[in-house]
């Protein structure tokens, strides 16, 4: 009887272990499942598909064009089907880029054109991707003077849609533009600078591809030099509460606060004389994963997911790397996600991220990636988020294998309650009419742009709703 | 998108070693074997120099392929890894141009290659995988 007894016991925790192992074998499958993907590799018509980076948008565009040369690029900028859509590396989650007409790639106009080691300054071509101008600048002793956390994107991408990096003092990459050349709808090229055209310069820095086809720009670098940056873990309370601190004593600061954890990762950026401590092996991507198979097996028992990692973080040693600036400030990210971000008044970025994480943790289980919070000051071109307003962001990440619509329509509210511009090339839902309303130059812009562009030929259809009220 | 070993010191706490251990078990499968440090540098050095020998190739790759299939930080299988290559060889090249077209897992969509012709991904996967 008592072996029967242990015999049916074992069979009942044997079969209770095959049901959990089973189930979540179930839930990981489930979560590693390839999301839809278009219908097909080529339309009707044989055009074949282009996609974005996160595959949030695509396309079958009539023409692909990559011009050697802004003759070429005027040319075909006079011929060719509209809509007519710059692309650098495809790396905005918004649909600025598709069409179903011209799809104009700049990788075959990259690289430095000439440089002054005197000012550090260096024109460059703007399809030049970030991952290779800093070497090219470190080769002539310059670099940016910010940087995004992606490398991948190229310089015109990158600035048309006010990409930035972190620091209370620093501010976005397009607010070191000198002069930039633009490539019209009508076949002009257009000197842009605070002297030349000055109301070009100011509209069509932060442009979207939408006022013409940026080719050169003239970029204020600084110096080549070495910073430190560590990294390190503490409770996501005590981050909040020195955020503004931590801000005024480190050169470039940012963190990434971990939904279910408590914990986030602080990084700091000082400038250093130091000996070179390489960066080592990439182990974000290790760690993002782990908090992902914490999510996949123990995501439906939120008091262990977050006892589970909470232990894991605790005592954590801290990271430090010495190098140029170039090598640090951005990463690889092998994992795609989809993306929000807003850039809200400094003094309430605080308040939101935590209103934020609050929602996540209620209402969205599902969420592993952390949110990243950052800084950034000033400018004045006319369209950036940035406009008159030193501000703080907040961004919001899924897996690219995760549906974000849910999680993104409870987060937007949040953040434009708080005040926030959305990020050009991340996700949101506003509109000409929202848009206006927070840019105080909004009109001036539009102007512009009509001017420009009266016949709407770089307007695809997201970007009619973004600049024209319905 | 962090930064710091989280979580790769977990293995030594004990509220985590069930968990790791159980999800390790689920992963096991998906593991290839790993090679030797000194053998993985040696690839990474090699995948660094290689280029394909038609100019144009050449500029597609360099401009697209390079940041991450020369990168050993980036997770992608390496220009010239034929070990690593050959998994994903066995798929056919027809599924293998379709993931470089759609995106699949860290592969984004058209490689970053938007002038690239389906005749270039056959011709660039060709070159690296080999």
Redesign the interface.
Known sequence: MTVTRRAAIGIGVGAAATAL?GT??GR?WWFDR?PA??PQ?RDSQGK????????SA?SYPAV???PGSEDELVDLLRKTAAPIRP?G??HSFTSLVPTDGT?V?L??M?GILNHDPSGNIATVWAGT?L??LGPALAAIGQEMLSLPDIN?QSLGGALGTATHGTGAQYQALHASIRSFRLATAGGDILECSARQNPEVFSAARVGLGAFGVITQVTLQNASLHRVRKR???QSTEKTAAEWVSLCAAHRKVEF?A?PFTGHS?V?TTDPTDAEVIPRG????????M??K??R???GWIPPLRR???Q???TD????LAIDESWKLLSN?????FNEMEFHLPRETQMAAMLEVLAAIEADHSDVF??L?LRSIAKDDAWLSPFYDRDSGSIAV?AY?KDDYTRLFAQVEPILRRHGGRPHWGKLHSLKARDLEALYPRWRDAMNVRQSLDSQGRFLNPYLRELFIHA | MMRASILVSTATRGWLVGGIVFSGMLCACHRDSAPSPAEAARTAVRAATLRPADERLAALYDHSCRACHANAQASAPLTGDRAAWLSRLKKGNPELVQHVLTGFNGMPPGGQCFTCTTADFDALIAFMSN
Request: cysteine-free; overall charge negative.
């Open positions: 192992v979540e074998l990981e390839e993907s278009p590799l074949l598909l282009w996609r974005n980076w996160s595959g695509s692909r064009a990559a692309v590396a495809g799809l790639s990788d075959q990259s991707r991952g290779d991948k990294t390190f873990l990434f971990l990762a990084i092996p990439d182990l974000d991507t290790e760690s993002l782990s908090l198979r914490l996949d097996l123990f006892r589970l990692a232990s894991a973080l954590v040693p801290e990271e690889e990210r092998p994992v795609r990636f952390p990243e990440h690219y």
